[in-house]
């Protein structure tokens, strides 16, 4: 799994490739949006538009990833959900938790 | 990743059908192993693409659980996974070394209280892509989960199970 950040304006967009699963897509996504919220981000986006699976521990990745971000007074966002992931957070009623935007510049934009 | 499994052989159940045996190490990079050999197989059997992926993510569920859960992380400690065809069901079971395991006690995913919880969703998921999941005691200790789903396609055949009118 890898993953890019980049900044669009005052938006952190961390790019994930791969797959989110225990014991190696978890740990780096967690250290990517750590070292986001370390570095002052304010606003990010987790463009998932490549992310090729998802397990259960990728899930509660993502909503300490939420948490974390909401407890420092930061918004997590999240962009281009592929179907298969969607339908994972869909059953677990995940989706109706997290602020969803089909493009990365909709949810870049949605900050403004 | 490979030196930690023991290695893929078909071998016979107590009803002589053929089956896949895996047995590894008690490490997570070694579910990747199971996936691919076990949606490997199913493509032989002529397993669509969509159940492929919600079969092997439960089995991935299955067998992060026995990692983690039932053998704590000891590497000394395997994980057995084995699978084959009855009837035009694919049974998966997945055997680990822990100190067993009561499903019965773990709070719903989708309560409002534990809706944020980072952990608490791998059974409900695999219950969600199956269509059976049973626990039990392993026969030599451990915890042993069975998974059932129905598959499409020719898997009785590809095992060389014998079909009816033959």
């Known amino acids: 799994m890898k993953i890019n950040t980049k900044q669009v304006g005052n938006v952190t967009v961390l790019e994930v490739e791969g797959k989110i699963t225990i014991g190696a897509g978890d740990l780096a996504l967690r250290q990517a949006v750590q070292q986001a919220l370390d570095g002052g981000g304010q606003n990010l986006v987790i463009d998932l538009g490549r992310v090729t699976t998802i397990d259960s521990s990728g899930v509660g990745e993502l909503v300490s990833s939420y948490t974390s971000a909401t407890n420092r007074g930061a918004k997590l966002k999240l962009a281009r959900i592929p179907p298969k992931v969607n339908d994972v957070l869909t059953i677990t009623q995940l989706i109706t938790v997290f602020d969803v935007y089909d493009t990365v510049d909709e949810a870049v934009r949605s900050f403004a | ?166």
Do not use: C
């Not at chain 2, 579910?31 to 490997?40: F, G, M, N, P, T």
């Not at chain 2, 709070?107 to 791998?122: D, I, V, Y």
């Open chain 2, 1 to 166: 990743m490979l030196d930690s499994a023991r290695g893929r052989s078909p071998v016979p159940d107590e009803s002589d059908e053929p089956r896949v045996h895996l047995a590894i190490g008690s490490r997570f990079e070694n579910i990747e192993l199971v996936q691919v050999v076990l949606e490997d197989a199913l493509e032989g059997m002529g397993v669509d693409g969509d159940t492929r992926h919600w079969v092997g993510l439960a089995v991935r569920e299955a067998v992060a659980n026995a990692i983690k859960h039932g053998n704590r992380q000891d590497p000394g400690k395997q994980v057995e996974v084995d699978w084959g065809v009855e009837g035009h069901e694919l049974v998966v079971h997945v055997r680990d070394e822990g100190e067993g395991f009561d499903p019965d006690h773990l709070g719903s995913p989708l309560a409002p209280e534990n809706l944020l919880r980072p952990n608490g969703r791998g059974i409900f998921y695999m219950k969600s892509f199956m269509d059976t999941i049973d626990y039990a005691p392993g026969p030599t200790g451990g915890t042993e989960v069975t998974l059932r789903k129905r598959v499409a396609g020719r898997p009785a055949e590809a095992l060389g199970i014998p079909q009816e009118g033959q």
